[in-house]
Each structure stands twice: as C-alpha cells, then as structure tokens.
C-alpha cells in the first residue's frame, strides 16, 4: 500500500515542532539513503482526512508479532507491505518503529517477553521434579 501521503517536512523544522509539542503523531520518519540519519519526515497532519490519508488510520499493534503489516521506505517515500493472510474484517495493524512506540508508553524492550495471559492465580515455575511452585525468592 501506499505511499504514504502527507506534507514534507525537513528534519530540522521538525525538531521544532516537537519540542513546541506541535507533532500530529502521524509522520513517519524518512532517512537518508543509506540510512543513516532523519532527512526529514511525512506528515498528513492532526485529524487527517481518512479518505485521503487512510494509511495514517492504520494502528500500532501492542504486541510486535500482531502486526500484519510492515512499513518500509522506498525511493523517500513509506509503504505498507501485507506480511500475512490477513482475514476480511481484521484490523490492519503496523509496528511504527522503536523510536515512536517508546514515545506511545510501549515499553520496547519488554513489549514480547511476557505473551501468555498472566493472571497470577498458579504459582509461577513448577519444580519438574517435585512438583513444588516457586513464587520468588525467601529469606
């Protein structure tokens, strides 16, 4: 899909916008050809016209692996890339990158440590010997 529509904005002018807290919190980061560094950024703005910039719509799954799309750059412009069959009435879902999914409270590091449910009504770990729960460690 794509690309991505939305206005240029040079990195520098960038950088002001957000340290005003002015950012639209739906511009994707364009890097230079070899990746280097930001040359700047698409932005459709705040409340963008979902007719016009629909892939702006599109969520940041919490977990990386519910992602069913992939976003990527080609030629300074960003597209979306289906990675999976993806069924008639499912969200589409793209991770937005390391730097923005920190900015959102998604703790990056820990975001697919922890997959199962956690309920916390069994003890944590068996013993595969005894069959003893360990909750944690004692005094």
């Known amino acids: 899909f794509g690309p991505y529509s939305g206005k240029f904005i040079p990195a520098a002018e960038y950088e002001v916008i957000k340290a005003a807290k002015m950012e639209s919190g739906n511009a994707w ?3 230079d050809q070899f990746n280097n560094k930001t040359v700047g950024y698409i932005d459709p703005g705040m409340n ?3 007719q016009l910039h629909w892939m702006a719509k599109i969520n940041c799954p919490t977990k990386t692996q519910e992602q069913n ?14 990675i999976m069959d993806i069924p008639y009435g499912k969200e589409l879902l793209v991770w ?4 923005y999914a920190e900015e959102i409270g998604i703790e990056v590091e820990t975001v697919d440590k922890y997959t199962g449910d956690e309920d ?7 013993c595969e010997y005894c069959g003893t729960g360990m909750g944690g ?3």
């Open 48 to 50: 963008p016209d979902p």
């Open 69 to 82: 799309l992939v976003g990527f750059q080609l030629a300074g412009q960003i597209y979306y890339r289906v």
């Open 120 to 126: 916390h009504t069994e003890e944590a770990v068996k």
């Open 29 to 31: 980061e364009i890097r």
């Open 137 to 139: 460690e004692e005094k």
């Open 96 to 99: 937005y990158g390391k730097t």
